[in-house]
């Protein structure tokens, strides 16, 4: 199928699934291009596609290079503070803060105001990178002096399995958290964001209330 057939067939899912939920918006659909090549995420881009994703710094690069300027690039992966400053001026959203060094290096390194989700491990898998639901507050605490981070949203990454309503009790738990911040009303973090969902779990995110989807193979497939 073509990335459009995709695009329409995902976004129509959405729809029904943000109905479903008792939702008026609907999540933006991010493009994660990271496995397609550089003409696969042009017809993405053709198909009506505004936001892409990556999360390795080579294929940022070359993507943000080849697409017309109108693209929303969000950086998705796990960072190194080392890679900061190669970056973090090229993103306009940074989907991956999960730790206070790194914070220290994005306020340093910044040249404006940096939109970042902090990426937060809600099912407590050892093998995902995110800081633990319950210290989430504290977290956002410590950020209120740094003047180049914008909390703009929370967000996070499933566990591989078919038990759907496990999905979506972690989806809904951070939800709850996701409003809870919102409602704090902190000036550096508004928090009125929330990226998750993938191509195997997109439709149980936007069920629940996410503004983000990542989603790759399912709109885009794999090529590399």
């Known amino acids: 199928m073509t990335v459009q ?7 129509n899912e959405i729809s029904a699934a943000t109905k479903k939920g008792g939702f008026s918006l609907q999540p933006h659909v991010i493009a994660v291009t990271k496995y397609v090549t550089i003409g696969r995420a042009n017809e993405a881009y053709n198909a009506g596609i505004k936001h892409f994703g990556e999360n390795r710094l080579e294929g940022f690069v070359a993507k943000k290079e080849a697409l017309p300027d109108d693209c929303i690039f969000h950086f998705i992966g796990s960072l190194q503070t080392r890679k900061v400053k190669e970056v973090i001026n090229e993103v306009d959203y940074f989907h991956a803060l999960d730790r ?5 290096e994005i306020n340093k390194r910044a040249q404006h105001k940096i939109k970042c989700f902090i990426q937060v491990n809600v099912s407590g898998e ?4 995110g800081i633990k639901l319950d210290e989430v507050n504290d977290f956002i605490n410590t950020l209120q002096d740094y003047e180049n981070i914008e ?4 967000m996070t990454m499933a566990p591989y399995t078919d ?10 738990a951070l939800k709850e958290k996701q409003i809870e911040i919102h409602e704090l009303n902190l000036k550096h973090a508004p ?26 193979t399912k709109l885009v497939g794999k090529e590399e």
């Open 163 to 172: 038990d759907e309503d496990y999905i979506k009790a972690l989806f809904k």
């Open 126 to 129: 050892e093998s995902k990178h």
């Open 191 to 216: 928090c009125s964001e929330l990226s998750m969902g993938m191509s195997n779990d997109f439709q149980l995110a936007a069920e629940v209330g996410a503004t983000f989807v990542r989603i790759g």
């Open 5 to 11: 057939e995709n695009y329409t067939s995902i976004q």
């Open 100 to 104: 206070l060094k790194l914070a220290k």
């Open 151 to 154: 909390i703009v949203g929370l």
